[in-house]
């Protein structure tokens, strides 16, 4: 499990960093931009928090 869970986030930290983004729906795409839109907000809102 460990391993798996590994190899997840090492996928799609590689998708964040635009590799291997050929093979991507329309739809994961977006749900990928999504999440950055969110790690990006969740980052604004912490330094302001840390003001």
């Known amino acids: ?6 190899f997840e986030i090492l996928t ?11 093979p991507c729906s329309v739809k994961e795409l977006q749900e990928i931009g999504g999440q950055l839109d969110q790690s990006l907000k969740n ?3 912490r ?4 003001l």
């Open 43 to 45: 980052i604004g809102a």
């Open 12 to 22: 799609l930290y590689g998708k964040l960093l635009g590799q291997g983004l050929g």
């Open 47 to 50: 330094k302001v928090c840390n």
């Open 1 to 6: 499990m460990r391993g798996f869970l590994k």
